[in-house]
């Protein structure tokens, strides 16, 4: 264990979508490196990571990017504005740079991954090109998750970002004709000190409406 | 911040699918409160928090739905088993139900809340019946994410389980026609000293080409 089960609950109630971001405060590199680091080691199924992150730092971008996210100023004025983008496919040459990279890392003939190849692509050709691009959207949620909850317990205020046309970032970063698409965006930064959203109690529905022990 | 950022990439780092786990060690219950708590803090969009988590106990239904999940034995033999479910709509009642929760806990009246509401509304509206459960699955994800970031940094080891049959868990355990329907499941508890799959080194694409700066 490396952190309590108190501080854990507590950076998880700490954290809030934050809609009003210190614009003058920057996460450190040293900082952004980690971050950068738990995107990496996000788990995905198959391990197949069907996703690309763009950190985006040019400033003439990131005010394109938020008069397509109804405006909302978190996009400029976050330290950082990432937006996660899925691959739109799951196709024979996903699956070999994946087997590639498990042999680099891990030793090992294509052989002894022959099985685990023939389960991805039996999984892949079982699915409708759109249904692959729907599976791979919901691995990078999985990123996004974890993003989230790491950044609070790195006492980072966090803000996802759904709102946003995802068309229009797309065309924005170059992604259309890429094989990746835009799923969301997640701010990143420090909360303004007079965000008025950070006083709001945090509201969830009771526990027992939303587990059942079965 | 409540974790360092080198215990935090430790933590990630440590975690992997856990294969096999130690079926003799049980996750104590003042920490399996914990996991509950974070599920319940999992941020969704809107708030809207359209999921159900089934802790299933029952040894009978863990049997029949390993069945289920290609006879995985994670299934029964870690600790906790999670099922995580998404609401299969988004509807009046649902955003009727969140309106009602927010005013219970943050005040004010519904008045305060119409702007919110209607912007729920359109979004729902502008969707498919498909689309709302999609966007529902989605949002699962993110807790999906969550749950495993912080059961790693609380040092209990799990596994997420895709390779299930939603439809038959569905079945076993009365979802049909409940408005909820299975997603995925996550095993929780404690690796086996000998699950072979711990000493496999990570593997993950390298970073410059998983994250770009734009």
């Known amino acids: 264990m490396t952190i309590t089960p108190e ?24 900082m952004w490196d980690v971050i950068e680091e738990s995107l990496v080691l996000t788990p995905s199924s198959f391990g197949l990571q069907p996703w690309k992150f763009l950190v985006i730092e040019d400033p003439g971008i990131r005010s394109n990017l938020c008069a397509e996210s109804w405006k909302q100023p978190q996009v400029t004025e976050a330290s950082h504005y990432i937006v996660l983008a899925a691959r739109t496919d799951l196709n024979a040459d996903d699956i070999d740079a994946w087997m590639s990279r498990m042999g680099e890392i891990q030793g090992g003939s294509p052989e002894t991954r022959a099985p685990l190849k023939g389960m991805i692509e039996g999984f892949a050709q079982a699915m409708s090109h759109e249904a692959r691009h729907g599976w791979n959207i919901r691995q990078t949620y999985i990123a996004l998750g974890q993003l989230m909850a790491c950044a609070a317990v790195l006492g980072i205020d966090a803000c996802p970002m ?30 303004a000190a007079d965000d008025k959203y950070a006083a709001i109690p945090k509201a969830r529905f009771e526990r027992a409406r939303m587990i059942k022990h079965v």
């Open 7 to 30: 501080k854990l609950i507590a950076s998880l109630s700490w954290r809030y979508a934050t809609k009003q971001f210190d614009s003058t405060r920057k996460i450190p590199a040293a």
């Open 162 to 191: 759904e709102g946003i046309s995802a068309a229009d970032y797309d065309k924005i970063l170059g992604l259309e004709g890429s094989g990746y698409a835009t799923v969301v965006g997640c701010a990143l930064g420090y909360r």
